[in-house]
């Protein structure tokens, strides 16, 4: 009886075991059993030290992670790619447009991948098992070749600069435009000192002028004077408009005006 429920016991530990042993291969191997969602394929040049089990953010919010790294080659060109599977949450929407990159590849940081959506909304939605293709990250090489190649610029640029203030020529003509510089500052110094009178008074007579012209601006808007009275009184106005038609559809008249008048002026009538 006793050998029985050893026995027993020792069954349900092996299979406790094995239970735990699966489960842990399936979360290492990226196999999710009892999780619900779907899959998608990203293709990337250079992943950095990307690897599986790396999380997947969308906006920042985790949303899912890297199932599988595989190598694949291009049918066209030839060269390797790495295909990266995701696995994504359920209900997670992920834009047909949307960015997909590396971050956190740079410092002491944890590789991930992050999901940004395009500009437009109204797009279509990645389903189960589609690919992608990523942006690839910049490798670190690549970043410490620029910056020394920047660095080379500059440490160039500061010895032209040198080598060109170096030049007893140079540093003459740069001395001889201070001096001239400063010669003509103090001219100019000189000069308004010299017309500050005539700017004040200058100032005064565009001030009256001013004053003057507000004057004429406002009779007018009084309808004071001719030009206020053709501007405010519309029936003088009309009168006008009437007879610049007439003239335009009888310019004769103003012919005939002018013969009458010198006939009168011949005979002494004026």
Known sequence: MRRSRLEILVG?????????????????????????????????????????????HL????????????????????????????????GVKIPENA?????????????????????SPSVRVLKDGETVTGVDPVPMDDLVARGQQIVDNLQETVVRINNFSKDPEVTKSMRQTIINLDSLTTTLNEILKNKQGDLANTLSELEDSMGHLRNIL????????TIGKLVSDEALYKEIEDFVKDLKKHP???????????????????
Request: net charge positive.
């Open 12 to 56: 349900l530990f092996v299979i406790l075991a094995l239970v735990i042993l699966a489960f842990m291969v399936f979360f290492i191997s990226g196999v999710y059993v009892f999780k619900q969602g779907y899959h998608l394929n990203v293709l990337f040049n250079f992943v950095s030290h990307l690897e599986k089990g790396a999380s997947v």
């Open 59 to 90: 906006a920042g919010i985790p949303v899912g992670s890297v199932s599988d790294l595989q190598i694949q080659y291009d049918e066209k060109k030839g060269n390797p790619v790495v295909r990266t599977e995701l696995f994504i949450d359920k």
């Open 99 to 119: 960015r997909i990159r590396i971050e956190g590849i740079y410092g002491l940081m944890t590789p991930y991948l992050e999901i940004r959506a395009g500009d």
């Open 218 to 225: 406002q009779k007018i808007d009084k309808g004071e004077g």
């Open 252 to 270: 004769w008249k103003l012919l005939k005006k002018g013969e009458e008048t010198d006939k009168k002026r011949k005979f002494g009538i004026f």
